[in-house]
Every structure is written in structure tokens, then in C-alpha cells.
């Protein structure tokens, strides 16, 4: 009985013992599966890091890597090298590092344009159209004409395309503070460009009743000699061609007084 007893315990020994073994083998067998699938990922991922730098070597290498062309259109008052300073792009730069929506993203950082588009050819083309802000008057700083576009920009202008403007904007005759500056170029930006156009002095002219006060000076048959506070400008400028029609005298004041877009036409003394 007993001997019966132990010749079933080594029976179920031996059992465990192959169960031991047969999961060994199998832990062991996915191990090296495991390792080979890990072997095979990491040399198919240096075949492609390979291919992939040895491609990036080759157009790096090749005309196609570099901005082959740079077209600007629409300008006016920038040339096309003073744009290509502003966004720092040039012909031979590498085209990788100047993308489409980068370059746009330094045309808007100039603050100079209205509006633009960019486009871009695989081939290194670029294109680039632009419609520059509007110019509202100028003013003689020292040896500078110094022109204010409507978002504020000073732009000095060179003397080789300084008479392509004078002749078509205002001059501000008066140094004023900078926040009178700043109404004033925000006033001016408001109105229809023909009108600003028609200006051809701004001066500064305070009233011991109000500070802000300007006497404008107009071009046209008639003399027109317009007054008005920096509050009422955009008005009086909206409505002034309607004033100029009804003025009579071969010299006129419009003198703006209220909001009620009325203006009381004087003739000059």
C-alpha cells in the first residue's frame, strides 16, 4: 500500500516536472520571438532612417532645395528688394526654411500691407502679391520727408521716388503730441480717399476754446479753408464734398462747429 502511495507521488512529480518544462520552453520560445520581431523593427526603421537622409542629401544637393525665383507684384511704393528685406527671403535661401505660411506670417508682421497672397511651387517659384496701405500725409522731420500710412507706419521716403507722393498727400505743417498723432491718423483713415487727396495743408491751430483745433487747406478751384476739432474731422471730412459744392466764394471758410453735420461757409477776409 504504501509502496503503491509513493510510486503515484513520483508519478505526479514527474507530470509537474514536464508541465514546468513545456512552460519553460514556451516562456523561452516567445522571448526569442519577441527579440526578433524587435531586431527586425529596429533594422527596418534604420533602412528607412537611411533612405530618408540620403534622399534629404540629394535635394539638398540639387537646384530644387534652394528659392529659385522670387516675383513680387502690386507694389508700389517698396521695391522688391526693400520686400524681400522686410520677410528675409532671398533667391538661393534653402526653400525649406521659408514655408508658405511662414512667409505670409511675415508679410502680416510688417504691418505694411492690406493684403497679400503668397504662392509657392514645389519647384522654388515664389510669388508675391501685395496691396500696400494707403499713405495719408507726410511731414519734413529734419532732412526726412516722413510719410504716415493708416495703420501708423512712419515710412521715410528716398529722394529718387519722392516726388512720385509729395505732390499727392498733405503735409502736416505742425508737430503735435502722439496721442493727438494717433487720433489724427485714425481720423484720417476713415475718410474716402478722395477727399484726403484734397488736402494739401494740415495745420495745427488751437483755439483757446478747444486745443485739438486744425485749419485744413484744400486743393480745387475754389479756395477752401477747412476748419475743425480732431473730434469732428471724420465727419466734416465725410461731408465734405457736399460743403464744397455749396460753397459761393472764390475763397471759402467751412467752419464745422457741432455734430449735426452742418457747417457754417464764410468768405474769407
Known sequence: MINNNKNKATKLNNVDNNLYDINNIEYFKNQSQQMQFKRRRLRNFRIILIIILFALVIYLITPFSKINSI???NNDRFTQSEIEDQINLHQNDFSLLHP????????ANTNYYQEFSVDKSLLGNVTISVKEN??????????????????GNKIIMKDSVLKKYIGNYPQLTS?????????????????????????????????????????????????????SSLDYLVKVGTNYH????????????????????????????
Do not use: H, W
Not at 511731414?139 to 495703420?151: A, H, R, S
Not at 489724427?184 to 495745420?203: F, G, K, N, R, T
Not at 475763397?251 to 457747417?263: E, G
Open 71 to 73: 516675383t513680387i507684384i
Open 100 to 107: 508658405k505660411f511662414l512667409i505670409k506670417m511675415q508679410l
Open 134 to 151: 494707403r499713405l495719408l500725409f507726410y511731414q519734413i522731420d529734419g532732412k526726412n520727408t516722413v510719410f504716415y500710412d493708416e495703420k
Open 175 to 227: 508737430k503735435i503730441s502722439e496721442d493727438m498723432l494717433k487720433r489724427l491718423i485714425s481720423s484720417l483713415a476713415q475718410l474716402d480717399s478722395s477727399v484726403v487727396s484734397s488736402m494739401s495743408q494740415i495745420v495745427y491751430d488751437p483755439k483757446n476754446y478747444d486745443k485739438e483745433y486744425f485749419k485744413i487747406i484744400m486743393n480745387g478751384p475754389k479756395k477752401i479753408y477747412l476748419y
Open 242 to 269: 457736399n460743403f464744397a459744392a455749396n460753397a459761393q466764394y472764390s475763397c471759402n471758410i467751412i467752419q464745422y462747429i457741432d455734430d449735426s453735420n452742418k457747417a457754417v461757409i464764410t468768405k474769407c477776409k
